[in-house]
């Protein structure tokens, strides 16, 4: 049984390009998370897609946005790219109605120069 | 969500059990106490939860205090892949965000 896959593992981006990330969740699993850890920190929320629509969003601009499509996969999608985006990029998977907990993929580690 | 508490980091010997405590003295009745632990260059691994009563799987036990306001996670017999850093967080059961805090940097050392 797969796990949470994310791709690609590693992204270097100049500063003011956009980013595409992809998540494909757990098998039955409905809800995707997005979190973004930056090095030495622990994970911050970015946001929660249930039923393709938004339904959580943590503290971040409106450049960073997502998507997810009926087969509960799911993007993060960063516009204008900063320094300070450079981070690994985590997605968790789980149920909406609850379970024994989030599975979290091995992420994506944005570089931006 | 509940607010925790975790020491920064603490060392343990190889085969010794390994006691991480966790405080969460605002944790409300409906409330779950999480355990996750993120080994290097790793995404985070759920390890345990629970409510009120103890709870024991393959990887570890949970004790939670009769007032739930703190907890232990203790790794039975570490070993050498156990080091990672280790989150106590605090949610209810279905749909909330995980609220990551510094977590406990544990080492075990031969």
């Known amino acids: 049984d797969a796990g949470v896959t994310q791709s690609p593992t590693h992204l270097i981006k100049t500063r003011g390009q956009q980013v595409t990330l992809r998540c494909s969740p757990k098998?039955?699993?409905?809800?995707v998370s997005w979190y973004q850890q930056a090095l030495g920190q622990g994970p911050q929320f970015i946001f929660q897609?249930?039923?393709?629509?938004?339904?959580q969003r943590g503290n971040f601009p409106d450049r960073f946005s997502g998507h997810q499509f009926p087969n509960y996969s799911s993007e993060l999608n960063v516009n204008a790219l900063l320094l300070g985006d450079s981070a690994l990029y985590l997605c968790?998977?789980?149920?909406?109605?609850?379970?024994?907990?989030?599975?979290f993929g091995s992420g994506t580690r944005l570089t931006v120069v | 969500d509940a607010k925790t508490t975790q020491p920064p980091s603490m060392d343990c010997a190889e085969g010794r059990a390994a006691n991480l405590p966790c405080n969460h003295s605002?944790?409300?009745?409906?409330?779950?106490v999480y355990w996750y632990r993120q080994i290097h260059s790793q995404g985070p691994q759920y390890i345990i939860h629970?409510?009120?009563n103890n709870e024991t799987n393959e990887m570890a036990s949970l004790i939670i205090t009769e007032d739930r306001k703190s907890s232990t996670l203790i790794l039975p017999h570490a070993t050498l892949r156990d080091t990672a850093v280790y989150y106590c967080?605090?949610?209810?059961?279905?749909?909330?965000?995980?609220?990551f805090g510094g977590g406990t940097r544990v080492l075990v050392k031969p």
């Open positions: 098998s039955g699993h409905d809800t």
């Open positions: 968790a998977s789980s149920l909406m109605q609850g379970g024994p907990g989030y599975t």
């Open positions: 967080i605090v949610k209810k059961a279905a749909g909330n965000k995980l609220t």
């Open positions: 897609y249930y039923e393709e629509e938004e339904r």
């Open positions: 605002t944790i409300s009745g409906n409330e779950y």
């Open positions: 629970g409510l009120k």
